[in-house]
């Protein structure tokens, strides 16, 4: 039995990380899916909580045959004790997915294999393309599974950060609600 970890802000999940997890499904039994930065919602970059995100992951995984598990991890200030956090926090795994390269370094480091996936169609599948796409009212459903647009619908999630974009612009949230 083979358990794997794959970390990610899913702000929103999109196809690139639905393809991602199409590939792991096919090395392991089981994955838990860390939701990192669980803390941040309601910015331009992290438009969407902790619990928004694991509904469009729960409803998204159920088209593949494998026990997945959802884990809010928040952020910490100190990156070398980061992995012993998610460790805390996680169901225990045999192998870590990322092409993030300081969670490739931090998970090396702590002895933790780390195995990388090619990138699917980075030019659009980028949650930084898909929230801009919201913001400017353009197409963004063909670019997450239909059970994260259900959600987003759901959530009114297009509202919410066409509305804290205005916010930025007016200059009034700054810090981390700034766009990419
Ligand atoms: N199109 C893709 N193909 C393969 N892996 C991807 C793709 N997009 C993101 N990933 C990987 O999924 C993980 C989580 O990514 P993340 O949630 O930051 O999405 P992102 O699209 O890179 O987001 P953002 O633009 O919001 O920073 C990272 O390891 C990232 O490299
Ligand atoms: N010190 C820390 O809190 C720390 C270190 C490395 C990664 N992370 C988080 O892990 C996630 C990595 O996901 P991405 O690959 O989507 O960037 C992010 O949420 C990031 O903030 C946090």
Redesign the pocket.
């Known amino acids: 039995m083979t358990r794997g970890f794959y ?4 702000q929103p999940y999109h196809n690139g990380h639905h393809s991602m997890v199409a590939e792991i499904a096919e090395d392991v039994d089981e994955l838990v899916l ?1 939701i ?2 669980a803390g941040d919602s309601h910015t331009t970059h992290d438009p969407f909580t902790a619990g928004e995100r694991i509904m469009m992951l729960t409803k998204s995984l159920r088209e593949f045959d494998m026990t997945t598990y959802a884990v809010p ?1 928040e ?5 070398s004790v ?1 992995v012993s ?1 998610v460790q805390s926090m996680s169901p225990a795994f045999d192998v870590a997915y ?3 390269p ?2 490739i370094r ?1 998970f090396s480091e702590a002895g933790i294999e780390v195995r990388q996936s090619p990138m699917f169609n980075r030019d659009v599948l980028e949650g930084t393309e898909v929230r801009d796409r919201m913001i400017a009212g353009e197409d963004w459903r063909s670019l997450v599974p239909d059970a994260a647009a259900d959600v987003i619908d759901e959530i009114e999630g297009v509202d919410r950060i066409q509305q804290v974009a205005e916010t930025d612009s007016n200059g009034s949230s700054g810090g981390k609600g700034d766009r990419d």
């Open positions: 970390i990610g802000r899913f860390g990192g930065s991890i952020d910490l200030d100190r990156n980061w956090h990322s092409n993030n300081l969670v931090l």
